[in-house]
């Protein structure tokens, strides 16, 4: 069984500019999750789809959004790029939704913004 | 805010040698998961834990639970340089809806 794919693995962008990150999570997972890891802050939760509806959402501003498709795989956007948005975006899927079991992990992709 | 807070920060210990690493947390939870992150890739799962559980073992790994402290161990038996990496405690909530990471302890065996 294939894991967690995650695109692009790095990406390089300026302040003011867009990115849209792609997960395609374990076959037959429904639930994907998005998680922001900075040295400053470690790991924090940005949001849970599973269906196609977005089930939780962290504490980010509304430049951070996502959607899932109905293959389950999931998209995040950062509109209006700010250096602090520097991180390694994680996604992670599961078979239920509420997040609450075992989580599978992509490998990330590493945001740099100049 | 993170719920969980992890002691030490970082911990370096020789191979063979045991490290144990510490979890507390705030609110009440459903579970409390380990996971270890080689630098900069993918976190990995290593074990769950339940509330009504208070002791589990995995391998080399063995993990305590105690709800009423509200804090956690993991213990690595006879480590080994491969197990050099950071470790995380992750938190359920009985609500659900999302998993919250401690900040990691930082483990490095030298061989």
């Known amino acids: 069984k294939a894991g967690v794919t995650q695109t692009p693995r790095y990406l390089i962008k300026t302040r003011g500019q867009q990115v849209t990150l792609s997960c395609s999570p374990i076959s037959g997972h429904r639930s994907v999750s998005w998680y922001q890891q900075t040295p400053g802050q470690g790991l924090q939760f940005l949001f849970e789809?599973?269906?196609?509806?977005?089930?939780n959402k962290g504490n980010f501003p509304g430049r951070f959004s996502g959607r899932q498709f109905s293959n389950s795989r999931s998209e995040m956007n950062v509109s209006t790029l700010e250096l602090g948005d520097s991180a390694l975006y994680l996604c992670a899927s599961s078979q239920i939704a509420g997040v609450t079991g075992e989580l599978f992990f992509g490998e990330g992709s590493r945001l740099t913004v100049l | 805010s993170q719920q969980g807070e992890e002691d030490p920060q970082a911990l370096s210990i020789q191979e063979g040698e045991n490290a144990t690493m510490n979890c507390s947390y705030k609110t009440s939870i459903n579970n409390l998961q380990w996971y270890r992150q080689n630098s900069g890739r993918g976190l990995v799962h290593l074990i769950l834990?339940?509330?009504?559980?208070r002791e589990k073992h995995s391998g080399r790994l063995r993990v305590t639970l105690d709800t009423s402290k509200k804090s956690s161990s993991l213990l690595i038996t006879a480590s080994r340089a491969a197990d050099t990496a950071s470790y995380f405690c992750?938190?359920?909530?009985?609500?659900?809806?999302?998993?919250?990471f401690g900040q990691g302890t930082e483990l490095s065996v030298k061989p």
């Open positions: 789809y599973f269906s196609e509806t977005q089930r």
């Open positions: 992750a938190t359920a909530s009985e609500q659900g809806g999302k998993l919250i």
């Open positions: 834990i339940r509330s009504n559980e």
